[in-house]
C-alpha cells in the first residue's frame, strides 16, 4: 500500500510527522511526503530511512507575498499539482494523510481526483491558536475545519482534550496517537554535568516564556540552559539568539534534528516547558518536551493551570510553576539544589513512559486504525 503525507514544514525536525511515516514504511507500507520548504534550504528530492521526501519551494508569486497566510492557497495548489503528477507517472497512492489543517484542503482535492482515502491529522486545534491575535478569522477556520471534516475517512489526533473537541463537530473514526517517545534506558541513569543543566527544545513563542526564561536563567549561579529552536517566528528567534549571547550560561543551538533531540535531553538535568495558563491552548495541548523528560528520565519544570502541568503534578514527574520570573527561578534553585528530588521525579518521569507513554503503544493504534481503512475500504 501507498501512502501519501503532505506537510506545510520540514518532516526530519517534526518528529510526529518522521515516526509516523517510519512506522508505516516499517510495517511494509510505501510513503513519500510533499512538503512545504518555506526557506528554501533543502534538497528538492531525498530519500531518508526510506521516506521519499518531496519539497515544494516558494517560487514566482508565493516568492513575492509577504507572509505565509497569502502563500497558503498556492501552496495547496502545488501540493495538489504535484502528487497528481506522481500518481500518473505510476506511484499509484491509496491513501493521503494530511497533517494539520493547512493541508486539508489539497488532501480532499486528492481524494476525489484519485478516489483514495483520506486521514485527517491534526496536531493542533488552529482555531484556537489564533482566537487570542485573530478573533474573527479563527471563527471562519472553526467553521471550515467542521465543514471539511465530512470529507475525512479517519481524524488522528494527539490526546484526549483534542478527541473531544473532534466528536463535538465529527462523528467520523478517531484515533489518538500522542506523541511518546521510546524509554532511551531501562533504569534510571543520573546526569553528570558540572553545571545543573536546563534544556529546551522546540518552537519559540512569547506564551511559552520567551525571552524572560533566558534572563531568568542568566541570573542563576552553577545553572545552564541549551536552547535549541526552529526559526518559525523570525523575530522572535532572532531575539531569543541574540539575548543569549548575553550570558556566559545560556547555548543556543539554533535549529537541531529530531535525531539529537533525546540524545541533548538525556544529558541535562531538568527540562523546561512553559505555558502560559490562558486561552483554550493552555488548557488542551501537550508538549513533546513532556514525553521527551519521561523517555530520558528528567524531571520537567511546567506552568500550573495548563494541561501539561496537570499531566506532571498527576505522574509526580516534575514541577508546576506560576507563570512569572520569581516562580520559575525558585523552581530550578529547588532542582539544583536537591538532587534527590531530581532523581525521584526523574523515576517517575521513566516508570511513566515505560508503562504507558511509549511510542510502541501509540504506534500499534497508528497501524491499526490503517488496517481497518482497508478493511472497510
Not at 489564533?130 to 465530512?150: A, G, T
Not at 545552564?224 to 547555548?251: C, F, G, H, Q, T
Request: positive net charge; glycine residues 4%; contains cysteine.
Amino acid at each position: 500500500m501507498k501512502v501519501l503525507m503532505l506537510l506545510s514544514k520540514e518532516v526530519l525536525t517534526d518528529d510526529r510527522v518522521y515516526r509516523e511515516a517510519k512506522a508505516l514504511i516499517d510495517a511494509g507500507y510505501e510513503v513519500a511526503v510533499i512538503m512545504w520548504d518555506r526557506y528554501g534550504k533543502n534538497k528538492l528530492k531525498e530519500n531518508v530511512n526510506g521516506i521519499n521526501i518531496i519539497r515544494i519551494q516558494n517560487k514566482g508569486l508565493m516568492k513575492i507575498l509577504p507572509n505565509n497566510l497569502f502563500r497558503n492557497p498556492f501552496w495547496w495548489r502545488a501540493a495538489y499539482k504535484k502528487a497528481v503528477g506522481l500518481h500518473e507517472l505510476g506511484y499509484k497512492f491509496d491513501v493521503v494523510h494530511c497533517h494539520d489543517l493547512d493541508t486539508l484542503l489539497a488532501g480532499i482535492w486528492l481524494k476525489k481526483k484519485l478516489k483514495i482515502k483520506l486521514i485527517y491529522d491534526a496536531h493542533e486545534i488552529f482555531g484556537y491558536m489564533i482566537e487570542s491575535s485573530h478573533r474573527y478569522v479563527s471563527k471562519y477556520v472553526f467553521s471550515m475545519e467542521k465543514h471539511l471534516l465530512r470529507f475525512v475517512d479517519h481524524i488522528i489526533t494527539v490526546n484526549d482534550f483534542f478527541r473531544v473537541y473532534f466528536r463535538k463537530i465529527s462523528s467520523k473514526p478517531l484515533t489518538v496517537v500522542m506523541n511518546c517517545k521510546d524509554p532511551i534506558c531501562s533504569e534510571y541513569v543520573p546526569p553528570k554535568n558540572d553545571a545543573f543543566t536546563l534544556v529546551y527544545i522546540g518552537n519559540l513563542h512569547r506564551n511559552r516564556f520567551f525571552p524572560e526564561l533566558i534572563d531568568v536563567v542568566g541570573s542563576i549561579d552553577n545553572v545552564k540552559l541549551l536552547m535549541a529552536a526552529k526559526p518559525e517566528n523570525r523575530s522572535l528567534y532572532e531575539i531569543v539568539r541574540e539575548r543569549s549571547k548575553l550570558y556566559d550560561n545560556i547555548e543556543f543551538l539554533g535549529t537541531v534534528p529530531s535525531s539529537k533531540v533525546l540524545p541533548l535531553t538525556f544529558k541535562s538535568d531538568a527540562v523546561v516547558a512553559l505555558l502560559k495558563p490562558t486561552g483554550h491552548v493552555a488548557k488542551i495541548v501537550t508538549m513533546n518536551k513532556q514525553f521527551e523528560a519521561m523517555a530520558c528520565g528528567r524531571p520537567i519544570i511546567c506552568t500550573k493551570g495548563t494541561a501539561p502541568g496537570w499531566l506532571t503534578e498527576k505522574l509526580r514527574c516534575g514541577l508546576t510553576v506560576e507563570y512569572n520570573e520569581e516562580s520559575v527561578r525558585e523552581a530550578i534553585i529547588s532542582l539544583r539544589d536537591n538532587p534527590r528530588l531530581c532523581e525521584e521525579l526523574g523515576k517517575n518521569a521513566l516508570k511513566a513512559a515505560k508503562e504507558k507513554y511509549n511510542w510502541e503503544n501509540e504506534k500499534k493504534k497508528l497501524l491499526q486504525l490503517y488496517e481497518n481503512l482497508w478493511v472497510k475500504k
